[in-house]
């Protein structure tokens, strides 16, 4: 009976130290949450504004370009995919990758090549565990993304798009990252950054101005030239607000799931400390019953001598 007291008693301080380690990570993951939060708000007007100049652009010329005309014919598609350097975030990293794999077979049934930009060691690993091909990937800073991360990610996705697809070029770039809507909800997306829908672009662009008159555009030198100086600012824009969303979004998961554990370990505290109280009563009512029935044989014993 002793042993199983000491069992329990080891269990609980196992538990308890457990749960100190993941209250501190939820309380890590608490504040981080709270400075992404305030990157996604000031980057995501900047990256709305970028998109809306970019369909003023396009909207007003008649000029073809990568960014906003689409191939008669695509074959190949580039997908860029924004996991998690860590784990401890739920399904976090597992649903962005299914939200990929989705497109993927998507893309494959439309008759398009797909070729992979991954982010995070979570989409390396699945990626490399498969035995699939990778472009390029980049880990070691999905916690804290800056500027400077989304322009070296943008640099070959940019050239892709820019070369011919006989060379190994693309006619489609698909970004799959996990939108932070709230502290409870973060959902798993694709979106085609190009060729740039106008017409969605259009429409996202009215409801932002909310009946604003529209400027008229003069392009000097040209409205090519306007595009290609838009191009890289508009694709690493759009990455790094991809990149801080998707950091965001993870600090929540991880949030969550810590607090989740940190709740189970209470619990189950509370069901050894009670499987405990009762192996230790048990204990002591079997050494009051030894007591008990020792003093009566002796009691006898005493009886029967005299």
């Keep these: 009976m002793g042993a199983t ?51 003023a652009v396009a909207t007003g010329s008649n000029t073809q370009h990568a960014l906003t005309t689409e191939a008669e014919s695509p074959v190949r598609a580039a997908l860029l995919l924004i996991t998690s350097d860590r784990g401890l975030a739920g399904g976090y990293s597992s649903n962005v990758i299914k939200a990929a794999e989705q ?42 993304p800056t500027y400077a991360d989304a322009k070296t990610i943008a640099a070959p996705l940019i050239e892709a798009v820019q070369k011919d697809t006989a060379e190994g070029g693309v006619d489609e770039l698909h970004i799959v990252f996990t939108e932070f809507v709230s502290m409870m909800t973060q959902t798993a997306l694709d979106d085609r950054l190009l060729p740039l829908s106008l017409d969605k672009a259009a429409a996202e662009s009215a409801e932002s101005s909310k009946g604003e008159i529209l400027p008229l555009f003069d392009f000097e030198p040209s409205a090519e030239d306007v595009l290609d100086a838009l191009l890289p600012r508009y694709v690493e824009s759009r990455i790094y607000n991809a990149l801080l969303q998707a950091a965001a979004s993870k600090h929540a998961a991880t949030r969550r799931a810590m607090k989740s554990a940190t709740d189970n370990a209470e619990e189950l505290i509370k069901s050894l400390s009670r499987l405990a109280n009762a192996a230790r009563q048990a204990e002591i009512t079997q050494e009051i019953s030894e007591i008990v029935g020792g003093s009566a044989a002796l009691a006898d014993a005493t009886a029967g001598s005299d």
């Design 5 to 55: 007291l000491r069992v329990y008693k080891r269990r609980i301080r196992s538990v308890t130290a457990t749960k100190k380690i993941t209250k501190a990570m939820e309380m890590i993951a608490a504040s981080r949450v709270v400075k992404a939060q305030r990157q996604v708000a000031a980057s995501t007007p900047y990256a709305s504004e970028l998109t809306r100049a970019v369909t």
């Design 103 to 144: 497109l993927t077979e998507r893309l494959k049934a439309e008759g398009k090549e797909v070729d992979a930009y991954i982010v995070g060691r979570k989409g390396v690993s699945y990626y490399s565990f498969r035995e699939r091909k990778v472009v390029e990937s980049w880990t070691g800073f999905t916690d804290s």
